[in-house]
């Protein structure tokens, strides 16, 4: 029987120092595969009464800092059962110091525990080999370890429940970050998890680095293009996934 109605889904792409225009086209591409998606798009949470009529949000940004009334909002769309596909860089504040070293403060402390941690730091670009941690959930199932070039290996604080269902070891220090430490005296890091809130849930997956030529702006002027987990095509496997999961298709 053919789906009689469209789902429903909202996309928020909106990620200072990354490629926004190159992720934003590459998750609509997705989304277009299934003929009964229906994908409004936005900058940011404002219009949380669209929000609250999709099954789905989907939010690739960093340093997007949602008010206290959208974060309420977002709450409420979680707590009715609504799922959240959080990308990369979803729970990053920053803050650049003189220096140009970056601060993450705990600005949004009720918007990370939605997303069930804060971004914290991050060591250079590297080689990721990233574990598959539960071998037998849907959204990895079938899945082997794999490797990806030139991925922000990211350090957060846990907030919450979380079920990891990717991973991976790195500990080096952050250099660039007024918390050059934190993280390092630990083995393993959450790459992709599952958070339960209300009715709803959030699934997390941090992999997904990419930046442009003008987007490291006024940090860097020029930038060397980087797709990172992009040009892996296990990586567009978790998207689908994780669309799918998000419309309840998986």
């Given at each position: 029987?053919?789906?009689?109605?469209?789902?429903?889904?909202?996309?928020v792409c909106n990620a200072r120092y990354h490629d926004t225009n190159f992720?934003?086209?590459?998750?609509?591409?997705?989304l277009a595969e299934d003929e009964d998606i229906h994908t409004h798009v936005a900058e940011d949470f404002s219009d949380t009464e669209a929000i609250k009529q999709c099954s789905l949000?989907?939010?690739?940004?960093?340093?997007?800092?949602?008010?206290?009334?959208?974060?309420?909002a977002l709450a409420e769309f979680l707590d009715a059962g609504g799922r959240w596909f959080a990308l990369h860089a979803t729970n990053a504040i920053l803050e650049i110091n003189h220096e140009g070293k970056a601060d993450t403060p705990d600005l949004a402390p009720?918007?990370?525990?939605?997303?069930?941690?804060?971004?914290v730091a991050h060591p250079p670009n590297q080689k990721l080999?990233?574990?598959?941690?539960?071998?037998?959930?849907q959204l990895t199932a079938g899945i082997s370890d794999f490797d990806v070039e030139d991925e922000e290996p990211y350090y957060c604080e846990k907030l919450g429940e979380q079920l990891v269902l990717l991973e991976a070891s790195y500990n080096a220090p952050s250099s660039s970050y007024i918390k050059s430490e934190y993280g390092t005296d630990r083995d393993s890091h959450p790459q992709m998890y599952l958070h339960p809130w209300g009715k709803g849930e959030v699934l997390y997956l941090t992999l997904g680095h990419?930046?442009?030529?003008?987007?490291?702006?006024?940090?860097?002027?020029?930038?060397?293009?980087?797709?990172g987990s992009w040009n892996s095509p296990v990586y567009y496997e978790l998207l689908r996934r994780g669309i799918r999961w998000g419309i309840g298709e998986l």
């Open positions: 029987m053919q789906q009689s109605l469209p789902i429903k889904v909202y996309l992720a934003r086209l590459e998750l609509l591409k997705l949000l989907i939010t690739y940004t960093c340093d997007l800092r949602p008010t206290a009334e959208e974060q309420v009720n918007f990370m525990k939605l997303l069930g941690s804060r971004f080999t990233v574990r598959v941690s539960d071998i037998q959930h990419c930046a442009g030529k003008h987007d490291m702006k006024p940090l860097v002027d020029i930038y060397s293009v980087v797709r």
